[in-house]
């Protein structure tokens, strides 16, 4: 049952084939038994899950209409915080905190009966690709647990891929849900900009940052999409507008007669062989669905890069300012005659992680005056190019497409002393936030030359976020038509501890 | 050697040696500059739904946002948006067309986020200015201010400091922080630099405090109460040798909270900084504090490490771009300036010049005319507020706004003392039971028995006793010696205890003895 | 080019807060030097006739009215404190501005 889609899972509970305080415990169980091996939770709520299953399950026994994913287990990502329970966005700065509040995305959640299992592993403040700069360690690829699952939100993808958790939540700032989501070989979506409320994600950059739904199949994503998104009157940049018909189109998963437009920057030199090949063939595909695939430029995507490594440290040089061990968190230094001063300094000295810290410095720099222009300033205005770049695409276009990273899973290690290599990894993933519009990585094969899940990115203008499940859902029939089993089936199975 | 300064060095030798404030102002012209920080008094918080009660327990009004939570984001309160507006239009600004929030970074325990969500570049109201008047040896003078900008932000927690001496930071243990205050609706309004006032700089930037204070009373946005600091003065001064064209160094007095300390604070600093600059020694640009006991102030810290404050637009917040509509609905609502307010009270009511201005400077404005407005007699309603009421309040070091009388209870004891059923007398004994928390003027006349005694059967026999009593006395009334009629009506005073009308009382004697009344 | 010297990030680091050892710094101003020589490629198109794009939403007004709801207790807000006393946060002597 725990490999099964989610949607699947809730049908088999409103059948009486299976209840959810069972489901609930059957991915309890996968969690204690391979967790070890894979690290993508930092906590587990036993109790919570199973009393808010038993919850559900009496309300499915009293004939109360429920959510379409009632019952369903979900993964959350330790950046949204939960009422009660230890949340920590990967930081040490955070230990022991427990949220007196629960995030908007949370109550939605628990609103639809979707039993949350614990929270997941994520690089410290969702700052990383790889899920390598968690202050409480690596989560492994379950594809080959000597890689990366992706990151920021590796636990989360990680979790999915390992069938801890048929869903998952993420968050993604520059490409946190998408990119993990392509070297798990699952699905990531990054809605709208406003589309999710950000009230109870912890910023890391707030003009950027989207809560995301992460599955195994496009139609599960769908209906958590659904579940998650719509209007909130706690966060200003929430839109008030109807939610897209996501699972509408994700039933449908009709392509006849949408133009796809392959964005010519993002795929070509840089991109490894086997990424590159299982692109091709998706377009394909999705040109035999009745899609019609056609070239677009984005010149200016070769600054987005560069603008978004001045416009997220800034942004987060002051989120991450309230980390100053006075409220909350923890105090380091507070000995006999220490100052607040003092002990702000050595707690965020010793509480964040390196990566944490660049960030922070970089943009404290690019806010400081006399630099204001050149940096911030400027990438601001990278950031107007960006848009017009998607702008004029869109007339050409109804989705773009590209692959979601330029290569596979890297080697846990391999990048962590290289920044900028490490940053390059985010290169197709970026452009979407930077101009706030949605992004989907949806699988689309193994790589031959390594054997390691390909990413394919589908990107809608604003408040079109069908488009993509449209897209994704076609690829993904088509391509199970080829495959005959989901790609998922195809992972090497880990070793269960007893 | 220059001269000693009166601070440093007034102990001394025993004896002050200072400049005067006329050898300052002989040889330097001031320019002023006056932030003026209002609270709002809004029901809920700028960014967040907690209430804005003063004076709850501490961090009873805290939540997510306000304590800035991981997580929590601000909304706007569209009351603040609209008070600052209303503001603007009341200072004869430009509202904004596209105004945007930035954060202002900068850490301090009592600021939980470390970083202030203010206006920096493009604040909701620009270009304003505000006409203010000051009474002179010359006659009255007007001065207009200029306003620059008038911009919306949070205000910071509270800290206690604990240890060390006497609360101060400086010294303290550790300190302890309270919240409620943390995100209560602040907005700033900023001069330009106001030359050309003389030696009346103190006395303008009194007045202009002062008006600017009715003006945000009347438009209903804050409670202007300087003690509690829900209107806070920070005062800049510099000087330059007159007929100079640049600007001297100018010094930041914070936080002067109440209308005196603006003045004095002004002149204090403009003393210190013609000392300091008769002794060839530069002012340094630094923010002081004002003490209120010495009238004096005292450096903080210097600004010698420019703050770096970082200031980007707020990535949470999206603009606030009044159109012209509901500019114009703000407009509409504004209430009468109260310049032109006070003008025609002083008319209707038929108010010399001097009263006018000790009701202006007593508050007592709105109080009296509420209480005119409810039938009372201009110039008796003044009379009770100024004079009786006063007197309690300033016993008992309150307002007259404080004490337990309203503005009815004030109408009816004219009504009753007009109707003869009160003398002066016994209504300023119902005014002391009023305020003393014994009811309304009815209830106070019934349980103190404070009616007139007018059954003149009663007095007459009064009177028979009174004469009956001194009969010497009552002899000479009957020989003419009217003045002597004093005692015996004293005497009737005191056996009715006073609640007899002694006008009626001497009519009657005076008839009983023969005597004619006038 | 050099970009940033140890005093240069030592001045950041205080402006952020955060405790550096020399070490740290020198590190850190190397990283930055590659760091800020790749996103100053943004100044190539960031020309003057080109406005700026603080957020991706066109949204304007957004606001709440004017209405109290309820607060944290005290013991909620109080939570995550690392000390507290008579139900306000404790924290350090705090050094500089008298408010």
């Known amino acids: 049952m725990i490999t099964r889609p989610a949607h699947e899972m809730a049908a088999a509970m409103d059948s009486g084939e299976i209840t959810s305080v069972e489901l609930t415990q059957a991915h309890l169980d996968r969690i204690s038994e391979v967790d070890a091996q894979v690290h993508a939770f930092l906590h587990v709520d036993t109790e919570g899950a199973l009393t808010q299953a038993k919850a559900v399950d009496d309300a499915r026994a009293r004939g109360e209409k429920v959510g379409p994913l009632a019952g369903v287990p979900l993964a959350l990502k330790d950046v949204i915080v939960q009422n009660g329970i230890p949340t920590t966005a990967g930081s040490k700065i955070l230990e022991g905190w427990r949220p007196p509040y629960d995030a908007t995305v949370v109550t939605k959640m628990k609103n639809a009966g979707i039993v949350i299992l614990g929270k997941t592993n994520m690089d410290e403040f969702a700052m990383g690709s790889s899920t390598e700069n968690s202050a409480y360690g690596p989560t492994h690829n379950p594809w080959d647990l000597t890689r990366i699952p992706g990151g920021s939100g590796g636990g989360s993808s990680a979790s999915l891929a390992a069938f801890q958790a048929p869903l998952a939540i993420g968050t993604d700032t520059g490409g946190s849900i998408r990119q993990p989501a392509a070297v798990t070989g699952t699905v990531g979506v990054k809605p709208t900009y406003g589309g999710v409320s950000r009230y109870g994600l912890i910023a890391f950059s707030s003009s950027l940052d989207q809560a995301g739904p992460c599955a195994r199949t496009v139609l599960d994503a769908a209906l958590l999409h659904e579940v998650i998104a719509g209007h909130d009157v706690h966060d200003a940049t929430s839109i008030d507008a109807p939610v ?181 990894n985010d290169i197709a993933t970026i452009p979407v936030n930077m101009a706030g519009i949605g992004g989907m990585s949806l699988p689309c094969g193994l790589a031959p030359e390594d054997g390691l899940p390909v990413g394919f990115q589908v990107m809608a203008p604003a408040m079109q976020d069908q488009r993509m499940y449209s897209v994704g859902a076609a690829l993904e029939a088509s391509l199970l038509t080829q495959w005959g089993a989901p790609l998922l089936s195809q992972i090497p199975a880990l070793a269960v501890a007893k | 050697m220059g001269r000693t300064s009166a601070f440093t060095d007034s102990s001394i030798g025993g004896g002050k040696v200072s400049l005067t404030y006329e050898d300052v102002i002989a040889k330097y012209e001031p320019v002023l500059g006056l932030e003026v920080h209002v609270e709002l008094n809004t029901h809920s918080k700028m960014f967040c739904g907690c209430s804005t009660i003063f004076g709850g327990e501490p961090n009873t009004q805290t939540c997510p946002v306000c304590l800035g939570m991981p997580g929590a984001l601000p909304v706007v309160n569209e009351k603040a948006i609209e008070s600052s507006i209303l503001i603007g239009l009341a200072l004869n600004c430009s509202i904004a067309p596209f105004s945007r929030f930035s954060r202002k970074n900068y850490f301090y325990p009592d600021m939980p986020k470390n970083f202030q969500i203010s206006q920096y570049d493009e604040p909701i109201c620009v270009n304003g200015y505000l006409d203010v008047e000051i009474d002179t040896d010359e006659g009255v003078k007007k001065f207009r201010v200029e306003i620059e900008r008038v911009h919306m932000e949070e205000d910071t927690g509270k800290s206690l400091h ?154 949470d917040l999206v603009p606030v771009a009044p159109d012209a509509a509901w500019i114009e609905t703000l407009r509409a609502t504004l209430p009468e300036q109260p310049t032109l307010r006070r003008k025609r009270l002083q008319a209707e009511w038929s108010v010399p010049d001097k009263e006018m201005a000790a009701m202006i400077n007593a508050d007592a404005l709105d109080i009296v005319e509420s209480t005119v407005k409810l039938g009372a007699d201009p110039t008796r309603a003044r009379g009770w507020w100024l004079g009786e009421i006063s007197r309690i309040a300033n016993e ?27 003398t002066d007398k016994l209504a300023r004994q119902v005014v002391e039971g009023v305020i003393a928390g014994e009811g309304t003027p009815a209830s106070v006349i019934e349980s103190r028995g404070l009616k007139v005694v007018s059954d003149e059967s009663a007095l007459m026999a009064a009177i028979e006793r009174a004469i009956a009593a001194q009969p010497e006395t009552a002899e000479k009334i009957r020989n003419g010696h009217i003045p002597a009629a004093g005692a015996l009506i004293g005497a009737v005073m005191k056996e009715t205890k006073g609640q007899a009308d002694a006008a009626r009382v001497r009519e009657l004697l005076l008839g009983h003895l023969g005597q004619s009344v006038d | 080019m050099s970009t940033l010297s140890r005093s240069d990030v030592a001045h950041l680091a205080r402006l952020a807060r955060i405790d550096m050892t020399d070490p740290e710094l020198d590190s850190l101003a190397s990283e930055l030097d590659v760091i800020l020589e790749a996103v100053a490629r943004v100044q190539e198109v960031a020309t003057d006739d080109i406005l700026p794009t603080s957020h991706p939403l066109p949204l304007r007004n957004v606001a709440r009215p004017d209405v109290v709801t309820p607060s944290l207790s005290p013991k909620d807000a109080l939570s995550g404190a690392p000390a507290s006393e008579d139900q306000r946060f404790r924290v350090p002597q705090i050094l500089g501005e008298e408010a």
Do not use: W
């Open chain 2, 162 to 315: 604990v240890g060390g001496a006497t609360g101060r930071i400086h010294g303290a243990d550790y300190s302890l922080l309270d919240y409620n205050r943390a995100g209560i609706p602040l907005v700033e309004i900023v001069t330009k630099i106001v030359p050309g006032t003389g030696k009346y700089a103190p006395e303008v930037a009194k007045a202009y405090v002062a008006e600017l204070r009715d003006i945000l009373r009347s438009l209903g946005v804050s409670d202007v109460r300087m003690e509690q600091g829900s209107l806070r003065c920070d005062a800049n001064v510099s000087l330059r040798l007159i007929g100079a064209q640049t600007l001297g160094t100018r010094s930041e007095t914070k936080n002067v909270n109440s209308l005196r300390s603006v003045e004095r604070a002004v002149r204090g600093e403009m003393i210190r900084h013609a000392e300091l600059l008769n002794r060839g020694e530069r002012v340094v640009q630094e923010t002081r504090h004002f003490q209120e006991e010495s009238g004096l102030t005292r450096s903080g810290r210097s600004k010698e490490q420019a703050e770096d404050y970082r200031y980007f637009p707020e990535p």
């Open chain 1, 244 to 424: 897209p018909q996501v699972v509408h189109a994700a039933r449908n998963g009709d392509v006849k007669g949408m133009k796809i437009g392959v964005v010519k920057e993002l795929n070509g030199d840089g991109y490894q062989a086997g990424v590159r090949s299982r692109f091709e063939e998706s377009l394909e595909l999705l040109a035999k669905a009745g899609a019609e695939i056609v070239e677009v430029s984005c010149p200016n995507f070769e600054y987005a890069l560069a603008a978004y490594y001045l416009i997220a440290p800034s942004e987060c040089s002051s989120n991450l300012a309230r980390f100053d061990a006075m409220r909350y968190g923890i105090r380091i230094g507070d000995a006999d005659g220490a100052s607040a001063e003092s002990v702000m300094n050595l707690t965020r000295e010793v509480g964040f992680g390196r990566e944490v810290k660049r960030r922070i410095i970089l943009g404290t720099y690019a806010l400081s005056s006399g630099y204001f222009d050149a940096y911030y300033g400027s990438a601001q205005k990278v950031r107007t190019l960006i848009m017009q770049d998607f702008n004029n695409a869109f007339t050409h276009a109804d989705v773009l497409v590209s692959p979601t990273c330029p290569t596979t899973a890297f080697k846990i290690g391999e990048k962590a002393n290289d920044p900028l290599a490490m940053y390059l």
């Open chain 2, 396 to 422: 008992q070091n309150v307002t007259i706004a404080d004490l337990k009388i309203t503005p009815t209870d004030v109408a009816e004891i004219v009504a009753l003392v007009l109707q003869g059923d009160l």
